[in-house]
């Protein structure tokens, strides 16, 4: 129970607990840190130490796996294991936002990657022929929500990097990333991935403690996976 409170600590730290309450963000600045994970170059590490995961809709991303899982039957029941992963393809889109999985690392809960899904009607074609004006008026709503988010539980958003929209197979995705301060009050980078998929949303939150070249490299591995079969 204890890490399960830690956990949910760290998901309310990342945005997650709120992601889907608000609209979606949009090109990265100049001055992005040098180790986000959405820069670097291909990493070298072997594919055997991620499991390919299929979610509803075609959606697929790699999980590590020797990370802690833990998947949502319901909201309120967790149930930890890879195996209640393997049964998420035939999910039934949910009529409200729903949690799909947590994944963190073994030593490290800043590390982590959480996945919703919510229903979001026209969301795709108003995301695609959204202007810039538009979507920098929605980043900065979302950037005004998780302030808030932060505020209420106590901790700090310590810097925000202008957001991007991004074509994921035949799909759309707006991403935007900031650095808060995680369960200890180290700096952490976190990014949000939303991806817009016919009349639904998925919610990818991916985190890693700032100067830790190897779970950069592992989230790294984890963004570029993601994709619409």
Known sequence: MKY????SAAIALAGGA????????????????????????P??????????LTLPLGVRLDIPK?????????????VEGSEAL???????????????????????????????????PGGEAKVRACSDDKL??????????LEKLAKDSGQNILE???SKKQVIGKSIALIFSYKRKGIKGDPVMTKMVRLFVGDHA?????????GDAELAAIIGEVERSIGVE
Request: hydrophobic content about 40%; charged content about 20%; some cysteine.
């Open 4 to 7: 399960i409170s830690l956990l």
């Open 18 to 41: 709120a992601c889907w309450l608000m609209p979606p963000a949009t090109a990265w600045s100049q001055s992005e840190p040098q180790q986000d994970v959405s820069s670097s170059s």
């Open 43 to 52: 990493s070298s590490l072997p594919s055997s130490r991620y499991a390919p």
């Open 66 to 78: 020797a990370w802690r899982i833990l998947s949502y039957e319901a909201p309120s029941k967790p």
């Open 86 to 120: 393997l049964k998420l393809a035939d999910t039934k889109l949910p009529e409200k936002p729903a949690r799909l999985f947590t994944a963190t690392a073994p030593d490290s809960l800043d590390a982590m990657i959480y996945v919703k899904v919510f229903p979001s």
């Open 136 to 145: 920098k008026e929605l980043a900065d709503r979302i950037r005004e929500g």
């Open 160 to 162: 925000f990097y202008p």
């Open 202 to 210: 998925f919610t990818v939150m991916l985190s890693y403690p700032e």
